[in-house]
């Protein structure tokens, strides 16, 4: 038999270039700062998800510092074998009080939790209602579960409620807030129609820190609380990492059978320590929630007449181009600028949506919006 791999990584390279759709890697210094280096040429980030501007504050890299110096570099091995410390406890401690859950599950990534839950979860029988927006995690588990998975047409309560009708033992998913659109999901309808015959799960990834009272979230700002609740430490919180918040008994339920879980190594405990520090500083320092307010009003108010401009309440601005060619020229044009700013095209968003994901951070000034903002509307007029 011949074996096929080669000419199949061959093909679908060769597909993505004809589509202009190949996608590669940069090497930039400072990635995580307002203030970015790709080679010899200095940019203003917009493109980053650390929301909060935590990633490189000296605060928090002084915590992980003080964990690493308290527990040593790795954790040694899976939680349930002896990776999980005092810090770990600590962390899943922390989240339940801040979040009002009984229990916190920690994971190595987002990814991994949602794949984690869903595979858990499921069984064939089951009903899966997602969002048509969810994200690539979810929607991979949910094909690849037993499960039979149903997409409801994107923050769609009429759909979803159709969907609903039925006596299947469901799980309906959605985002908080829309990781690519930066839009908010009908919370509070969701949880109303779910509220008696199906759980709720909300992968709050994007809302968290941003959104609700001392940064609880996007159920926390509309006072709902789902069955489960995925948080994750990679965005607003600047490290990385995630948790599932739950019951007593589906913590239980997840610390057997949640594979990502029980046979992954744990988080480093230093970084569990940093990521309990984050919290703090997300719950006491408004003043990083306040500044985005503040520079989402300079945005709006500067492109709002501009074609492509999408209002959104999150600090995750789509600017919508239609083709991926636009999108990326868009992206160059604006590069050449001192701009950086990735072109996001199928198939992370839908045919024809390819756009700027532009993303704001604490750490942005006044005149860095408006700059961009001048940027853009220059851009558009002349290349597109
Ligand atoms: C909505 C959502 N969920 C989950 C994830 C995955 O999280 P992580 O980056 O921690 O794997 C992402 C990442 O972009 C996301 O946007």
């Known amino acids: 038999m011949t074996l096929q791999f080669k000419s199949r990584v061959q093909g679908a390279l060769l597909e993505r270039e004809n589509l202009g759709l190949t996608r590669s890697l940069n090497v930039l210094d400072a990635g995580n700062q307002v203030s970015t280096r790709c080679g010899d040429a200095l940019f203003v980030n917009f493109s980053s998800n650390d929301y909060l501007g935590l990633a490189s504050d000296k605060e928090l890299v002084e915590a992980w510092q003080k964990g690493l110096d308290i527990y040593g570099a790795g954790s040694g091995a899976s939680p349930l074998v002896t990776g999980f410390s005092p810090a770990h406890a600590s962390l899943e401690n922390a989240l339940c009080e801040w979040l009002g859950f009984e229990r916190a599950v920690l994971f190595g990534s987002g990814f991994s939790a949602n794949q984690a839950l869903l595979f858990a979860l499921m069984r064939k029988g089951d009903l899966l209602l997602q969002d048509k927006l969810n994200h690539a995690s979810l929607m991979e588990a949910g094909m690849l579960s037993e499960a039979t998975m149903k997409r409801f047409k994107h923050n769609d309560v009429q759909h979803l409620s159709k969907l609903l009708s039925g006596d299947e033992n469901t799980l309906v998913v959605t985002e908080g807030v829309f990781s690519m659109d930066g839009d908010l ?200």
């Not at 520090?277 to 492109?303: C, F, N, P």
């Open 185 to 384: 999901s009908p919370l509070t309808y969701i949880h109303h129609i779910t509220r008696n015959n199906a759980w709720l799960m909300v992968d709050d990834a994007h809302g968290v820190g941003v959104l609700g009272e001392y940064g609880a979230g996007s159920c926390n700002s509309v006072g709902i609380k789902p069955e489960i609740l995925v948080v994750t430490f990679g965005k607003a919180f600047g490290l990385s990492g995630a948790a599932i918040l739950c019951s007593a008994e589906l913590g239980n339920y997840l610390t057997q059978f949640a594979r990502h879980h029980v046979y992954s190594t744990a988080i480093p405990p230093s970084q569990a320590f940093a990521i309990t520090h984050a919290i703090g500083m997300i719950q006491t320092q408004e003043w990083r929630r306040e500044k985005l307010r503040e520079l989402s009003i300079v945005y709006d108010e500067q492109l709002q007449s501009v074609e492509g401009y999408v209002k959104t309440a999150t600090p995750i601005k789509p600017f919508i181009l239609g083709t991926a060619e636009k999108a990326i020229n868009a992206s160059c044009q604006l590069k050449n600028e001192g701009f950086w700013m990735t072109a996001i095209r199928p198939p992370t968003v839908p045919e024809g949506a390819a756009r700027l994901r532009i993303t704001l951070t604490a750490n942005h000034s006044v005149q860095d919006v408006s700059k961009l903002a001048c940027a853009l509307i220059k851009t558009m007029e002349s290349t597109l």
